[in-house]
């Protein structure tokens, strides 16, 4: 469901950029994410995506822009500061302690949690969305498959219980069928009220789940719109490709 032009955004992201000391990361992005949506911000490998997850998370400190969060800006926060306010972040290449069990992991996900009681409710719903992780919930998390891995990095951050998961290519190297898994629990996620913002270099994936979508090239904000529009635009594999705007 798209929301309504009167509807304040839940996240908002306005002319962010970034930079590494003289290197650009992100030049000029913005995009709003609506309460309930499933938001696709697409492009090429080195567009840039990560690098604008990461500053909406708190990892990288923002050069230029502002992100703001249910109307109050949050950029510039610390990483845990913006957990416990509801964003959680599953980062690509899944950044999970090899030699600490899937529990251990998934519990790790739990640290900024303020109600400690909702902790095994958590684990179960972790499970119940991912079968697979109760299986091995006790093996060390350096065994599993690379689609494992990718569950437990997911897993791991619904532990936060969160109002926006943004997933940072969730498919990158998996096999289609559990790609198509994954989507599916996507949709369940998304079925159940969760709010998704996904960065993606498979367009035709994300679109056919997301509401809205921005395409970026070299750190800039270049298409956005609804997913059918962004889909339908003749400019859409220009961006792709690296053609000039």
């Avoid at 290519?169 to 369940?188: F, H, I, K, N, Q």
Wanted: glycine share 12%; charged share 20%.
């Amino acid at each position: 469901m798209v929301e309504s032009a009167s509807a304040s955004p839940l996240l908002s992201v306005s002319h962010l950029a970034v930079r590494y000391g003289d290197l650009v990361g992100v030049a000029d992005v913005s995009f709003d994410v609506g309460e309930g949506q499933v938001v696709a911000l697409l492009g090429a490998n080195g567009a840039g995506k990560t690098t604008a997850l990461n500053a909406i998370a708190g990892l990288v400190r923002p050069a230029a822009g502002q992100v703001t969060w249910r109307g109050q800006r949050i950029d510039g926060l610390p990483p845990h500061a913006i957990v416990g306010r509801g964003i959680a972040l599953s980062p690509e290449g899944w950044r999970l302690f090899v030699m600490q069990s899937v529990e251990q992991n998934l519990r790790l996900g739990a640290t900024a949690l303020a109600e400690r009681s909702r902790l095994g409710a958590l684990l179960e719903r972790v499970f119940t969305l991912f079968p697979k992780l109760a299986e091995r919930r006790r093996q060390s998390a350096g065994t599993l498959s690379g689609g494992e891995r990718q569950m437990l990095a997911v897993g791991r951050a619904l532990m936060s219980d969160p109002s926006l998961l943004m997933l940072d290519e969730p498919s990158l190297g998996l096999a289609p069928a559990v790609v198509d898994s994954m989507y599916d629990t996507l949709a369940r996620l998304r079925g159940a009220g969760l709010t998704l913002l996904l960065a993606e270099q498979s367009m035709e994936l994300a679109l056919e789940i997301a509401d809205t979508a921005t395409v970026m090239q070299t750190g800039r904000s270049v298409l956005s719109g609804t997913a059918g529009e962004v889909m339908e635009n003749p400019d859409l594999h220009r961006a792709y490709l690296g053609a000039a705007f």
